[in-house]
DNA sequence: ACCTGAACACCGTTCAAGT
DNA sequence: ACCTGAACACCGTTCAAGT
């Protein structure tokens, strides 16, 4: 049943690299830009528009592809330079890095938790980083990927940046990932 | 500088009365319930509604305004009957108990905390069980509660319920609570 | 002093009509 | 086969006009 799909109409690739281009420098401008805006930026019909990316999130998904592959890549990489709870910190700290920068990676992989649907290279990228974990008997043997990421998901709230209106506070995030990393210890169960 | 402010006129009360009641009603059915829709049911103008309460969060703390004191008192009690640790896991508890009900107190929670304006009361009541976690040397010392409830916060997230259709998991958000109990104790630093 | 509801500026989504 | 853009059903928010 291979769906053999016949090559697409040229301008309908030109029009597809023209939206990813558009949501770009929008979602870095304002994350919550609306699909609106950016249909209108590329100079796109909102049909084009929602015939490439049905919702919000294929729209992430494709605009942040790149990042999330290298994401995906980097966890073997990680677990080879490094222990186990060492390179899921590491892993992390990348993730929540990249959201702090207007229009991270993250921010699809924020969309695709908070709907219940994650994207599922990145729970595999997670799940080799603690199943590494395990079988070294660092990591408590109930962690699941999950979990375990949408625990990591208010990591990169950006929000709570100053309530006193003045630092972006990234030891913030780095305290919370710590009590995360610790909470995935294999010791100490009570 | 008191504002004496006379005594509202008794059609203003019976207004507000009735607009919280919808919500109430409304919230439970489905916590994103537009605005338009409840003052539509309370039988009441768009503007009534925008001037008792100028915005959704507003709205959701006057709701639950009876449930978030309760969580509120119930600090102090907890730390009376059990350690500190102990009292922080069952106060969480309460908290995502109250997320897992459509339209708990945790809605309310949930909106001010994502702002990233939490609602002072309840950062205070986590801020006295850390608290008295750091003087029992029991919780790591650089623990701030406006962090702990942010990474609580995905405690009450019912949307992974059933990627395969089925449980609502309640044992998930046990799991990622005991992660950031265990992660929040005051040993094994590294 | 308070309420009403039309009006404004937006959303996401659909769909007939075009090429 | 693909695109366009008007149209639909919604939002939150404001504000002149009423009582």
Redesign the pocket.
Known sequence: MRTPRRA??S??LE??ARIIEAAQAAFTGDPSA????IAKAA??????M???FP??EALLLAVYRDELEALVAAAPLLLHEYGPLEALRRWFERLAADGRVAGGASLAVDAATRIGRPHPPIVAALDLLLRAGKEAGQVRPDAEAEEVLSLGSCLWRTDGWSTDGTTPCPERGTRMLSVIIEGLRAEARH
């Not at 609306?34 to 805006?37: G, K, N, R, W, Y």
């Not at 100079?43 to 084009?48: A, H, K, R, Y």
């Open positions: 697409p109409r301008d309908a029009n597809r609306s699909l609106q805006a100079c796109v019909g909102q049909g084009t929602y015939r490439h919702d919000r």
